[in-house]
């Protein structure tokens, strides 16, 4: 499969803990993003990566959240002292960085934080 | 600030009839991506409208974009049951992220 793939699938917390996921995008895909999506609602934009660099960070991404893409390879996106408020899918996507290119999106990491 | 809005949010509708949905947004774009998702599934790129008048078809769907209007449609001709899914448009604006509207639930009943 050379798809974007995540890991884990789904995650279940409590709240206060951290969490961290993992992407890994298709191999010569430059940008890396990483979006969330809650229940009835279209994906909103998080960050995203150009090779190792983070270019740009969403107001929704407050400081309890970091992500890293070391080697401009796989992303983690880390979430510290989890809140219910940060219950929904994580969706990471990549792209070869043209702009007007699409998106090709993973299956997503659904947290649940109890 | 951008906002995208979609309509219909919900759309049921009879095998084999024709329906569009309607994808509107605030400042001036001239790329427009659909699409589709399926519950419980990620998101699958249908279509990707880069100028005004782009029109593009596969299959069932067919997706135009109109820039002064601020307006991409989706149009589902003899709609079959396959389709049955959750239909977002996106913009993009700054070249680094695309802003999605809410989503459309298209339901296909035999």
């Known amino acids: 499969d050379t798809g974007v793939s995540q890991d884990p699938r789904h995650k279940i917390t409590k709240r206060g803990q951290n969490v961290t996921f993992r992407c890994d995008p298709i191999s010569e895909h430059n940008r890396l993003y990483w979006y969330r999506q809650t229940l009835g609602q279209g994906p909103e934009f998080l960050t995203y990566f150009q090779n190792e660099a983070q270019l740009e960070k969403s107001r929704l991404l407050s400081d309890r959240f970091s992500a890293e893409r070391p080697k401009g390879s796989f992303s983690t996106l880390e979430i510290q002292r989890t809140e219910q408020g940060d219950s929904a899918m994580y969706l990471c996507a990549s792209s070869l960085g043209e702009r007007g290119e699409k998106l090709f999106f993973g299956s997503g990491t659904q947290l649940s934080v109890l | 600030e951008l906002k995208v809005e979609q309509n219909p949010l919900f759309l049921s509708m009879q095998e084999g009839k024709n329906y569009t949905i309607y994808c509107n947004y605030s400042?001036?774009?001239?790329?427009l991506y659909w699409y589709r998702q399926d519950p419980g599934k990620s998101l699958e790129s249908l279509f990707v409208?880069?100028?005004?008048?782009a029109v593009k078809q596969e299959g069932r769907l067919m997706a135009s974009l109109d820039t002064k209007a601020r307006l991409s449609t989706l149009h589902i001709t003899a709609a079959v049951h396959d389709l049955s899914a959750t239909y977002f448009c996106?913009?993009?604006?700054?070249?680094?992220?695309?802003?999605f509207g809410e989503g459309t639930q298209l339901t296909v009943n035999p």
């Open positions: 996106a913009v993009d604006i700054i070249g680094s992220r695309l802003t």
């Open positions: 400042t001036t774009s001239d790329r």
């Open positions: 409208l880069l100028s005004n008048g």
